[in-house]
Nanobody, 123 residues
Framework: QVQLVESGGGLVQPGGSLRLSCVVS????????IGWFRQAPGKEREGVSC????????YYTNSVKGRFTISRDNAKNTVYLQMNSLKPEDTAVYYC????????????????WGQGTQVTVSS
């Protein structure tokens, strides 16, 4: 059974940085496309970023382009989301998700999910 565990969330001031990690166990990471999603209170879950299994394609939603960077280390079975220049509107629970077929922009397509990590951007 594939399992995903996120970490790295926390409280940060506006303009600060955080790096989220998503560790995949139960299978080799290179078999999977990995997406990052977030859900703010009272809002629907939205796609933030995605990276292909071969590390040759990345996607970012417009609101994070130029600020967030997704990367993967298959040897460590880990995907990272480096978040810079954080804004209060980035506050949400961040989830990683895995699928063997593609980078999807909608959450219902993904087969496996982590439990989420809270990111709070506030002064």
């Amino acid at each position: 059974q594939v399992q995903l565990v996120e970490s790295g969330g926390g409280l940060v001031q506006p303009g600060g940085s955080l790096r989220l990690s998503c560790v995949v166990s139960g299978d080799r990471l290179e078999h999977y496309y990995i997406g990052w999603f977030r859900q703010a209170p009272g809002k629907e879950r939205e796609g933030v970023s995605c990276i292909s299994s071969l590390d040759d394609y990345t996607y970012y939603t417009n609101s994070v382009k130029g600020r967030f960077t997704i990367s993967r280390d298959n040897a460590k079975n880990t995907v990272y989301l480096q978040m810079n220049s954080l804004k209060p509107e980035d506050t949400a629970v961040y989830y990683c998700a895995a699928d063997q077929a593609a980078c999807y922009y909608t959450d219902y397509e993904y087969d496996y999910w982590g439990q989420g990590t809270q990111v709070t951007v506030s002064s």
